[in-house]
């Protein structure tokens, strides 16, 4: 790949209205080095897409057999169905609290307990010791062919993390050698995957299936089963005016405009959206999209995050740099909000954002 300016560069704005629905990319043409006018589609596509939205959905049609997470979505489903008891068998509390089973609002989003239960996975570390944050072992369910199974999704969505890293390198306008530099801090990614299940939200709650919030990784793999109406996205728009009362975080620095859209299942793909390492790779010209989980029905996810290596040092790129200075000064405002980002180790970053996300012991990693 030698790629020295990036494939576009439209100038998100605020003034022009957004999509009803995220659009729809292929992954194809990443799965053979032939299609190089492909390659240039694709890659422009997703570059635009985490300029305006953070979101969009893949299409894997050509890369994985839909019957596989179908298969992962019966497993859940078994798993989910056992007794509290059994499922307790691998609950957080037996490992590093990160790794293990988490009961129904267990986990907790803006101070509120989220109304689903789940399974986190984080990628297997040397020497494990479950007294240190984020260095226990991994808890599998005892149900015939689940680990196997789950175990070759988790390695397809690494692939699939290292060929949609390559199609933003590629839309950014990354040289050879700078891809290289960015390949070396997600080579051995610190990936994260949960199984989660989620009952119907009772009209009553105080809160959401999962609270409004944004991801703080990388890339992350969403697949669900067919569900509607229960991914909700928020698009930033002037106009139109959303709720805050109980949204959690007010969006975007006070900003209260825009509008949350469905981002209902669609055959043949996953939901794909950046997380925060974004936002500072590029220097705030992409940005993270804040989302939320409100389900009327019986539900299965499995979101898969594809994440920089634990001891990746994430700072701005130099492609993202030169893209925004091509802009005149006052466009550089309009695509960055004028903020700083920090260079941050992603390892020292993550540890910080996980002893929030349970409700175990005060939030053992405060």
């Not at 953070?54 to 050509?62: M, N, P, R, W």
């Not at 309009?334 to 993550?350: A, D, I, S």
């Amino acid at each position: 790949m030698t790629i020295t300016t990036p494939i576009s560069t439209p100038t998100p704005s605020r003034d022009i209205p957004k999509l009803g629905n995220l659009p729809v990319i292929s992954i194809t043409p990443f799965l053979s080095k032939e299609d190089s006018h492909g390659r240039l589609s694709t890659a422009a596509k997703i570059h635009a897409a985490c300029l305006e939205y953070g979101f969009f959905y893949l299409d894997i049609c050509s890369y994985v057999d839909p019957s596989e997470p179908e298969e992962l979505t019966r497993l859940a489903r078994e798993f989910f169905a056992l007794p509290e008891e059994q499922k307790g068998q691998i609950s957080l509390k037996h490992q590093d609290h990160a790794r293990g089973y988490a009961k129904m609002r267990e986990n907790v989003t803006n101070g509120k307990a989220d109304n689903h239960e789940g399974i986190d996975f984080y990628r297997p570390v040397e020497n494990p010791d479950k007294t240190k944050p984020l260095w226990g072992e991994n808890q599998w369910p005892t149900i015939p062919g689940f680990r196997e199974k789950y175990e070759i999704w988790i390695e397809k969505m690494k692939n699939l993390g290292m060929l949609v890293m390559e199609a933003m390198a590629l839309g950014l306008g990354m040289s050879s050698d700078e891809w290289e530099d960015l390949k070396g801090k997600v080579d051995d990614s610190f990936w994260v995957m949960r199984v989660i299940g989620y009952p119907p939200l009772p009209n009553d709650y105080d809160g959401f299936s999962c609270g409004a919030h944004k991801d703080y990784g990388c890339l992350t793999f969403l697949y669900t089963d067919p569900t509607p109406g229960a991914l909700q996205v928020f698009l930033q728009e002037k106009g139109l005016l959303v709720e805050t009362s109980d949204e959690g975080p007010v969006p975007e620095e006070g900003v209260e405009e825009g509008s949350w859209i469905n981002a209902d299942p669609v055959p043949g793909c996953i939901v794909c959206n950046i997380g925060e390492m974004w936002e500072i790779w590029t220097n705030g010209l992409y940005k993270s999209t804040l989302h939320r989980v409100v389900h009327r029905g019986t539900n299965y996810r499995i979101p898969f995050f594809f994440e920089p290596n634990f001891d990746a040092l994430v700072k701005p790129l130099p492609a993202a740099l030169r893209i925004i200075d091509g802009h005149p000064e006052c466009k550089r405002k309009h695509l960055t909000g004028e903020k700083t980002y920090e260079p941050v180790v992603y390892g020292e970053f993550l540890m910080n954002k996980v002893g929030n996300n349970f409700d175990t012991d005060g939030g053992k990693y405060n």
